[in-house]
């Protein structure tokens, strides 16, 4: 089968995770701060949502990539 | 007894002498610091800040060494002037203005009768940076080379390889064999010519930009989210149902938390081609900097002996560059073929690999 050569390089994926789990907390968190920004929150309400939203969506993305066995 | 008085001697030893460490490091730092403030106070001749981003960014007019630079043509539009042509010379000989344009830090903007910017008329640029151009060179360079290529490999088919296709063709049939098929499966021929012009194109320009003079075209991040768009798109028309489902409906999820699902599944498909994006970029961007930051030592010191030392260490780092210029096209062209593995895969094994 053709499955053998895949499953050789497929720890390479995981040398992408990091890279994308900061990506998503950045953008996340940034995305909040930027909403914050234009609607002059007096509580960092919506940094606070969007990062740890962001966090639990980067946590799933690693989760999920993770082979189930 | 005897192992508790020498674990919390070791202890008490390791912690003095880390702090020690940390005292010494910032003494230095502090020296380090009035250092910097005396020689800028004494004089502003050289700006290492200034000279690696002149280095690594993009300009109107392609500067090989000083005094030796190639004008490039700049090309503007405006809805109110209509199009302009002329050589970025121009800007040079009026120390950035010409003709009612002023290039302000590689930014084209239109000047008013006061003399000051005028933000009404928005300039488009559409000049032959030195970034286009370097680009323009690599294409010339990509065909050519590979139209020999292939001519010579039509004329020795079944012989051994000669010349420069000696070089190119083992490259080829790697990313074929090992990069391609392994990862995209038996329907590889379609993307084949994309993943290999993909990868020769990023390998062209990380050698071109590591030439004294060459254009950082790979780690502008312009270049990098175009390619990794390209890839995005290439993989999302072509997904199959399976990939589209996964996304849609993951199996196993209840109903309710499928809104959620929808968020988390977007970012995840959203992140693929940001990460290969700033990958590329921050990768060829850092080593374009270590190297002329190096190389900055020599101006600030002005010392033989740092010059020696730093040759050597520019020296190494170009070999490490060398190695990353592979290294990133590879990556690259693999994580693409990947992704676009993942979405036309049939649905025959559990999720795993995307």
Same mark, same amino acid.
């Given at each position: 089968?053709?499955? !053998?050569?895949?499953?050789?390089?497929?720890?390479?994926?995981?040398?992408?995770?990091?890279?994308?789990?900061?990506?998503? *907390?950045?953008?996340?968190?940034?995305?909040?701060?930027?909403?914050?920004?234009?609607?002059?929150?007096?509580?960092?309400?919506?940094?606070?949502?969007?990062?740890?939203?962001? *966090?639990? *969506? !980067?946590?799933?993305?690693? *989760?999920?990539?993770?082979?189930?066995? | 007894?005897?192992?508790?008085?020498?674990?919390?001697?070791?202890?008490?030893?390791?912690?003095?002498?880390?702090?020690?460490?940390?005292?010494?490091?910032?003494?230095?730092?502090?020296?380090?610091?009035?250092?910097? /403030?005396?020689?800028?106070?004494?004089?502003?001749?050289?700006?290492?800040?200034?000279?690696?981003?002149?280095?690594?960014? &993009?300009?109107?007019?392609?500067?090989?060494?000083?005094?030796?630079?190639?004008?490039?043509?700049?090309?503007? @539009?405006?809805?109110? @002037?209509?199009?302009?042509?002329?050589?970025?010379?121009?800007?040079? /000989?009026?120390?950035?203005?010409?003709?009612?344009?002023?290039?302000?830090?590689?930014?084209?903007?239109?000047?008013?009768?006061?003399?000051?910017?005028?933000?009404?008329?928005?300039?488009?640029?559409?000049?032959?940076?030195?970034?286009?151009?370097?680009?323009?060179?690599?294409?010339?360079?990509?065909?050519?080379?590979?139209?020999?290529?292939?001519?010579?490999?039509?004329?020795?088919?079944?012989?051994?390889?000669?010349?420069?296709?000696? +070089?190119?063709?083992?490259?080829? +049939?790697?990313?074929? &064999?090992?990069?391609?098929?392994?990862?995209?499966?038996?329907?590889?021929?379609? @993307?084949?010519?994309?993943?290999?012009?993909?990868?020769? +194109?990023?390998?062209?320009?990380?050698?071109?930009?590591?030439?004294?003079?060459?254009?950082?075209?790979?780690?502008?991040?312009?270049?990098?989210? +175009?390619?990794?768009?390209?890839?995005?798109?290439?993989?999302?028309?072509?997904?199959?149902?399976?990939?589209?489902?996964?996304?849609?409906?993951?199996?196993?999820?209840?109903?309710?938390?499928?809104?959620?699902?929808?968020?988390?599944?977007?970012?995840?498909?959203?992140?693929?081609?940001?990460? %290969?994006?700033?990958?590329?970029?921050?990768?060829?961007?850092?080593?374009?900097?270590?190297? %002329?930051?190096?190389?900055?030592?020599?101006?600030?010191?002005?010392?033989?002996?740092?010059?020696?030392?730093?040759?050597?260490?520019?020296?190494?780092?170009?070999?490490?560059?060398?190695?990353?210029?592979?290294?990133?096209?590879?990556?690259?062209?693999?994580?693409?073929?990947? @992704?676009?593995?993942?979405?036309?895969?049939?649905?025959?094994?559990?999720?795993?690999?995307?």
């Amino acid at each position: 089968m053709q499955e !053998s050569p895949r499953d050789k390089q497929n720890w390479f994926i995981f040398t992408q995770i990091g890279l994308q789990m900061a990506l998503t *907390i950045g953008i996340g968190t940034w995305a909040g701060y930027w909403i914050d920004g234009k609607m002059a929150n007096k509580n960092p309400i919506a940094t606070l949502i969007l990062s740890l939203l962001s *966090i639990g *969506i !980067s946590l799933y993305n690693v *989760i999920r990539q993770i082979p189930k066995n | 007894m005897l192992r508790k008085i020498t674990t919390k001697l070791l202890l008490v030893t390791s912690l003095s002498l880390f702090s020690i460490n940390f005292l010494l490091a910032q003494e230095g730092h502090e020296a380090q610091h009035e250092n910097h /403030e005396a020689s800028a106070h004494e004089e502003e001749k050289f700006d290492i800040g200034k000279m690696i981003m002149h280095h690594i960014s &993009d300009s109107h007019e392609w500067e090989f060494a000083h005094g030796l630079t190639l004008p490039l043509p700049v090309i503007l @539009y405006t809805k109110q @002037y209509g199009i302009e042509v002329f050589s970025s010379k121009r800007f040079a /000989e009026g120390k950035g203005v010409y003709n009612g344009y002023i290039n302000n830090h590689e930014h084209i903007h239109r000047l008013n009768p006061q003399g000051g910017i005028d933000e009404e008329v928005h300039v488009w640029d559409l000049s032959i940076t030195k970034n286009v151009a370097s680009m323009l060179l690599s294409a010339v360079i990509l065909i050519v080379l590979m139209s020999t290529v292939a001519k010579s490999f039509a004329k020795n088919r079944g012989k051994a390889p000669k010349g420069i296709q000696s +070089f190119i063709e083992p490259i080829i +049939f790697f990313i074929r &064999d090992e990069v391609v098929i392994p990862n995209v499966g038996p329907k590889y021929e379609k @993307y084949l010519p994309y993943l290999l012009t993909l990868f020769f +194109f990023i390998l062209i320009n990380n050698l071109l930009g590591l030439i004294p003079g060459g254009a950082n075209l790979t780690g502008n991040i312009t270049i990098t989210l +175009f390619l990794a768009v390209l890839t995005f798109f290439i993989t999302h028309i072509n997904a199959n149902k399976h990939y589209w489902l996964h996304l849609v409906k993951p199996e196993g999820v209840p109903t309710l938390m499928l809104p959620l699902m929808w968020v988390v599944e977007i970012a995840g498909v959203f992140m693929k081609p940001m990460s %290969l994006t700033i990958r590329l970029f921050a990768n060829i961007t850092a080593g374009h900097i270590i190297i %002329l930051s190096l190389l900055g030592l020599i101006f600030i010191f002005q010392s033989f002996a740092v010059g020696g030392v730093v040759t050597l260490f520019t020296l190494f780092m170009n070999a490490i560059e060398l190695l990353v210029a592979f290294l990133q096209a590879f990556i690259f062209t693999l994580l693409s073929s990947m @992704y676009i593995g993942s979405a036309i895969e049939e649905h025959h094994e559990a999720d795993h690999g995307h």
